[in-house]
Each structure stands twice: as C-alpha cells, then as structure tokens.
C-alpha cells in the first residue's frame, strides 16, 4: 500500500508539475497537507467533498476557533521541514525532448509499480474498497486534491443552473376557511446538537430543564439529513431528502420556505450561523448585526440570545401569517465554552479551549453540556415570547438540530465523517415542539396523538411535508405519509 499511494501521488504530479510552477505548487501542496493531517488526525475528519465544501464555506470566526498553538509543532514537523527541503533543491534546465523522456519513464514505471503492488493485496484491496469506500478520503493530499476539484465543478454547475421553482400551486386548505386569526411558526434550527446529551430525552443530566416545565412534544429518535450543516441544511428543507438523496437537485431547487412563501407567508431569515446555504435565496434575511448587541455579541461571535432581540418589532409590523427561522448557533465546536454565559456554567470543570485533545473527556462534555442548557433557556424564551403574542397570532415552535456531534467516542471530534459510516452521535438529533392552545385549536390537531407519534423514528425528511401539514399548505409536492401531523387531526 505505501508503494500504491507513492505511485499514485507521483502519477498526480506527472500530469501538472512543470519546472517554472514547480516548486510553488509543492510548497502550497505541502502546507496543506500538514493542515489536512492535523484536523483528520485531531478530529477523526474524512476530507470528502461534502468536507471540503463545509470547509470552503465556513466564515472567518468560525476558522478562528480551529486555529491554535497546539498545532505548531505538527506544522513545523510537518510543514517546516519538507518546505526546508524542497527550498534546497536546484532544478536543471533540460532540453525538451529529454525531460519528455524523463516524464513519460517515469509515468510508466509508476503505473507499473501501482499495479505490481495492488496485484500483490488484490484481494484484501478489493473487499476493503468495497466495503469501506469512504476510506480513500484518508489518502493524503489525493483526498482534498480530488475533493477541491469535485466542489468546483459543482459550485460552477450549480451557478449557472436556474433554481427550480417548486410548490408553484400551493395555497391554503383545510382549516383555513373558519379561522380568525394568523398563524406565527418559529422555526428554530439548532447547531450540533445530538440526542444523547438532550434532557428530554432521558440523558442522565437534565440538560433541558426548562423546556420539560413547558408542554412540548419531544421526539427521541431522530435521523439528520448529513453530518454537516453544508449537508444538512439544504436536505432538511427539501421535498426530497436523505432518503432519495441527490446533492444536485437539492442545491437547485427552491426549498420549504419557497413553497411558504408562494402560499402567502411572510417568510424571514433570522442567522447566527454561516448564512442559509441556499435555503432562503431570494426571501427576507437579517444576519445578526454584532455592533447593535453588546451585550451579547463579543469576539466575532454572538450568544443565541441576540437572535429575539427585535422579534417583536418584526412580530408587530407583520402583516398576516408569518413564519420565522431562527438559525442558531447553538453548540458549534470546537469552543463549546464559548457558546453559553457564565451563568450557564453549571457542570465543571469545562474544556476552556478549541484544542480538544488538551482536555478530558468530562471537560469536553460538561462544556458541551453547558451549551445544551443555554439552547434550552434560548428555546424557553421564544416560547414565553410566543404566548405573549396569542392575542393575535396563534402561534407554534418547531426545534429541530441539524446534525450531532462527536466527543471523543471512537477516538473521534466534531462532526462530519461520511453518512455512511457516521456513528449515531452525529446523526441522530433532537426534535421538540410546542403548540399555543390557540393553534392547537384552530388546526384541530390532537397533542396525545402528537406525543405518541414522537415516540415513533422519524428523520429530517419529514420536516418539509409535516411542516406544510402543521401550517395546511397544500402543493403536489407534500406526501402525506412524510406528515407527522396527518393522523393526529380531530
């Protein structure tokens, strides 16, 4: 194998190294290496291309986090000295026709020895590509090579492609005709928030403690759409999702809010993360202005907190239904510490730092459990909120996290290791809703049917038809057995 992945890197370089780029090229192919081989081997990370784009799009206080002096002596180690090597090296001017001589020996010879050398563990190398396929993401630096070329690709086809338009026919139905007042959803997007350390799901802290005094629907076993929010997002909000996967028409088409939209919702945007990937283009958006909160914004990055203030001015100007998406930045890693006041700094001690491996176990999870009882008392306050505005709006909260993450377990960190092989820490996430008595009412749903349907698995693909099912939005998209609300209505 160590001959194969040789022969295949020079096989690479055989087709773009040229002398006046030369030394360029593996000065830049060298560092990047030393950065791709301290992430994968911290956090256990798989550079695919669903990886890499997650990577591409981060924003610069998120990559901050990832950065410390922890990883200067693999970088020295790592980078440092090759790049000493290579600045030693004296290239040759050669006549043309030889140094083609020179290449195409040497092209030949490479394919010679991959094959010899796969020959000789054919058998072994079959089964293991077969079955682990995701494995060849840990080749290095073939990995973000191909995966940097794939997320072009992709990014300049999805580009030029036209979203396509759906929900083009949705209307309002049903309950609609006797109603007296407007319908307010919150949509509140949780960030890496996994099921295992969610009170409400029976989690040995009671990391929710808040929410459980409220009369919410919780759902204990729920599958995300990816491993990342680059992923996840854009699946969550499609009418088709992880379970006809198809990254390239769910990058192209229009989403959920599209079709809410479309059925005359007032439809806004409200980010503390990264921005929509694509889910809201073309609607209403408010990213979180740092300089107007203070008191919760500090060092390029704001408390979830941030994200109600000015809710009821929007609240008050709305005219009609509206629907409202909170994009939390909830328990993003890996400065779990930074994600919670001090006042939420319950279970000590805490991992104080983004360099993970510096900290046990326990710091790592009672960080991340902090993090968890602030998205509660977040989530709590949006409900208080949303009865304040009964008067007017029947109103309703949907929580739902994009994907999980991983705290040391398998040697791993974070999150985004390929679905396919992805353990249930990053996978599964949790679900809650909480319904006013008002809409309960007016859309006839039945709350002890909804809480023994949340007993049931459900997965992300549910959200986009249970979501025109809680708000009776009729398009030939909506499948009724996606719709978690469509047996539980009087």
């Known amino acids: 194998m160590l001959v194969a992945l040789t022969t295949v890197h ?40 669903t990886m890499l784009r997650n990577v591409l799009k981060t924003d610069p206080a998120e990559a901050g986090e990832l950065f410390g002096w922890g990883m200067l002596p693999h970088l020295l180690l790592f980078a440092g000295l090759p790049l000493l090597v290579l600045w ?7 006549r043309w026709a030889r140094a083609m001589a020179w290449r195409l020996a040497t092209f030949a010879a490479s394919v010679a020895l991959l094959v010899g050398s796969l020959l000789l563990v054919f058998q072994d190398f079959s089964a293991q590509m077969r079955n682990q396929k995701d494995v060849r993401y840990l080749i290095t630096p073939a990995n973000f090579i191909y995966s940097a070329t794939r997320v072009a690709t992709d990014s300049l086809q999805e580009a030029q492609a036209a979203r396509t338009p759906i929900g083009v026919d949705a209307r309002l139905d049903g309950y609609w005709s006797s109603r007296t007042k407007p319908a307010l959803l919150v949509l509140a997007i949780g960030e890496t928030a996994r099921a295992a350390n969610w009170g409400l799901n029976g989690y040995a802290r009671q990391t929710t403690p808040q929410l459980a005094t409220r009369d919410v629907i919780n759902f204990r076993d ?27 028409r769910i990058r192209t088409s229009e989403s959920l809010l599209h079709v809410l939209n479309r059925a005359g919702f007032q439809v806004l945007w ?34 979830d907190e941030a994200l109600l203030q000015g809710l009821d001015t929007v609240v008050r100007d709305a005219k009609g239904n509206l629907v409202v998406v909170l994009h939390m930045l909830g328990n993003h890693g890996p400065a779990y510490f930074k994600r919670y006041p001090d006042a939420f700094r319950r279970y000590t ?11 046990t176990r326990d710091e790592i999870v009672n960080a991340y459990d902090n993090a968890l009882l602030y998205t509660d008392h977040v989530l709590a306050k949006t409900i208080d909120f ?45 679900m809650t809703w909480w319904l006013s008595p008002g809409y309960v009412a007016s859309f006839g749903l039945d709350t ?12 992300h693909d549910n959200l986009f038809h249970t ?24």
């Open 88 to 94: 030693r090296v004296r290239l040759k001017p050669q």
């Open 222 to 248: 729920v599958t995300a759409c990816g491993t990342n929010t680059e992923t996840s997002l854009p699946c969550m909000f499609a009418a088709v999702g992880r379970r006809d996967y198809d990254e390239r």
């Open 386 to 430: 949303l009865q304040s505005q009964t008067s007017r709006f029947d109103t309703a909260l949907v929580y739902v996290s994009d994907h999980g993450e991983s705290l040391g377990e398998k040697g791993l960190y974070l999150h985004g290791v390929p679905f396919a092989i992805a353990p249930d820490e990053q996978t599964k996430v949790p």
């Open 448 to 459: 002890a049917c909804l809480k023994r349907a949340a007993a049931n698995p459900q997965t």
């Open 270 to 303: 409200r980010d503390n993360q990264s921005g929509c990937k694509g889910v809201c283009d073309g609607l209403p958006t408010q990213q979180l202005d740092k300089a107007a909160f203070p008191e919760w914004c500090d060092g390029g990055r704001c408390l």
């Open 10 to 49: 020079t096989l690479l370089l055989c087709l773009v190294l040229v002398r006046p780029i030369a030394r360029p090229l593996l000065a830049l192919l060298i560092v990047a290496t030393a950065f791709a081989t301290y992430y994968m081997q911290r956090f256990g990370i798989y550079l695919d291309p």
């Open 349 to 359: 001690a805490t991992c104080d730092t983004g360099e993970l491996r510096q900290c």
């Open 467 to 490: 979501a025109l099912g809680l708000l009776q939005v009729r398009a030939s998209e909506y499948e009724p057995s996606l719709d978690i609300t469509r047996t539980c209505r009087r």
